[in-house]
């Protein structure tokens, strides 16, 4: 992969500061002969500290070259680490070429690396750059120095809707850090988190406490992805780098019946002086089926011809994850599911519709495939990991409940595409169906994360809390799964 398309894909996580780190290995790798991208032979450069545009030079995302008014960051393309000095001749030989190359690609890969990986998160790389920002943290902590760290004293009481935390950028929020002290059944599904930015009355961020952390049963389950985590006991982790311009809100909705006894936090951020244009904001949002539709209940195995042989092109009937106008790019999801049919649930295929409401632009071979696992995860009478209900929690995906394959299996699995986020310029759709061509009835509930400019305006309206509690539905179709 060339420099400039490295940067294409970091430049949403890039801040200026490592920008101005960038320029002195970019100005290493110019050379008289080129117009600045490695390996371009374009016209002769003869005035060798001739100022170029960084977004032209070395493209980053679309919406950051778009902004032709405010995305000028000056490289001065001399040779040498310090202006005037040159650091290799013209008649330098092919072989000081290349290890000058060489040596810009390690310090360039250095330098941008940590931020492709893990998002702002201070990386062992990235330690030793110097950094130019604030820390700050929004926390619960007791005002008084008392220790009523939590709030013990002030509730959040049923229907209340407390504003927790309201910041002032530019800046980005890098960690949130939760744990409620509630006996309520399914309070991860009753409260309700909300995030807003610049200004904007719309949320940007909108699902139940849980689901947004991938607890999308309503239950506890210690796991650890990159951009998210659950630490015991019930501490709530998001690593996600949440970039604002002017202002940043964060509300916390008791939607359940019992007062929240405490609410402890700790929100943690970088405060900085200026933040480079074209960078997106964060989204995600809840969506759930209680049930799907499937198109037959009479059928006792995912394996029959009239389920196989059934034919979707389309995404007609699928499951919708989310649906957005763009730009942006799409960097994941976490799902849960109750079976209220027995036998495999996965068999449904992702479709990606990007740019294109008709046609899904990416197609996939099946739900575990996309949550980049296989053959039902030792389920559907496959069972290659000498475990009935195997399950594992890594980085980038993971399965951290597995239920098995009756009737009332439960289910989480989750995809982060950190490594490649989908971009999009228009329109993007991510569905999955629900069984073979959306043969199953099964529950699905979901929280996707995405990056985009402008507000969101296909966001569905977050279901009452009493749609929302998690229960097996009778919809015919089998009881059992496959032994």
Request: with cysteine; charged share 20%.
């Amino acid at each position: 992969m060339g420099i400039c398309n490295c940067l294409e894909i970091c430049s949403p996580y890039i801040p200026k500061s490592l920008i101005n780190h960038t320029r002195i290995v970019l100005s290493i790798l110019s050379f008289p002969n080129s117009c600045g991208r490695i390996g371009c032979p374009e016209k002769p450069r003869n005035e060798l500290t001739k100022t170029r545009s960084f977004a032209r030079d070395y493209p980053m995302n679309r919406a950051f070259a778009n902004h032709s008014k405010y995305n000028r960051v000056p490289i001065k393309t001399f040779y040498s680490l310090r202006e005037g000095t040159h650091l290799m001749p013209h008649n330098s030989t092919a072989s000081y070429r290349l290890g000058a190359i060489r040596a810009g690609w390690i310090l360039l890969l250095f330098l941008v690396t940590p931020f492709c990986r893990s998002s702002f998160a201070q990386d062992l790389a990235s330690l030793p750059l110097e950094k130019h920002y604030t820390q700050e943290r929004v926390s619960s902590a007791d005002p008084t120095g008392a220790n009523d760290d939590g709030n013990w004293k002030h509730p959040i009481k049923a229907g209340e809707q407390r504003t927790i935390a309201e910041l002032t950028g530019p800046g980005i929020i890098t960690h949130l850090w939760f744990t409620i002290a509630s006996d309520e059944n399914y309070h991860l599904k009753k409260i309700v988190l909300r995030i807003y930015w610049d200004g904007d009355q719309q949320p940007a961020v909108e699902s139940p406490i849980g689901d947004f952390f991938g607890l999308g049963l309503g239950e506890y389950v210690n796991y650890e992805s990159g951009p998210l985590s659950v630490g015991s006991q019930r501490a709530l982790n998001c690593f996600f780098p949440m970039p604002f311009y002017k202002s940043a809100r964060i509300t916390i909705s008791n939607e359940g019946e019992k007062d929240i006894s405490a609410f402890y936090y700790n929100i943690d951020w970088q405060k900085h002086k200026e933040l480079p244009p074209g960078m997106f904001h964060f989204f995600a949002e809840y969506r759930q089926a209680q049930p799907n539709k499937g198109w037959t209940d009479d059928w006792k195995s995912n394996g029959e011809a009239k389920v196989n042989d059934t034919r979707n092109t389309d995404g007609q009937g699928n499951y919708v994850m989310f649906e957005a106008e763009g730009p942006g790019h799409y960097v994941g999801v976490t799902q849960s599911i109750i079976q209220n049919q027995g036998d495999w649930w996965g068999e449904g295929d992702d479709m990606m519709f990007i740019d294109d409401q008709k046609t899904p632009k990416i197609l996939g071979t099946g739900s575990e495939d996309y949550y980049l696992g296989a053959w039902c995860y030792g389920n559907c009478g496959i069972n290659p990991f000498g475990s009935n209900h195997p399950t594992f929690a890594y980085r980038l995906y993971g399965n951290p409940v597995n239920g098995g394959d009756d009737r009332g299996a439960k289910w989480s699995v989750y995809r982060f595409h950190l490594d490649s986020p989908v971009p999009f310029e228009k329109y993007f759709k991510m569905t999955i169906e629900h069984g073979h061509a959306n043969h199953r009835s099964d529950n699905f509930y979901t929280v996707a994360y995405w990056y985009q400019s402008g507000p969101h305006k296909s966001r569905m309206p977050l279901p009452p809390v009493a749609e929302r509690i998690p229960h097996m539905v009778n919809t015919g179709g089998p009881t059992m799964g496959k032994p």
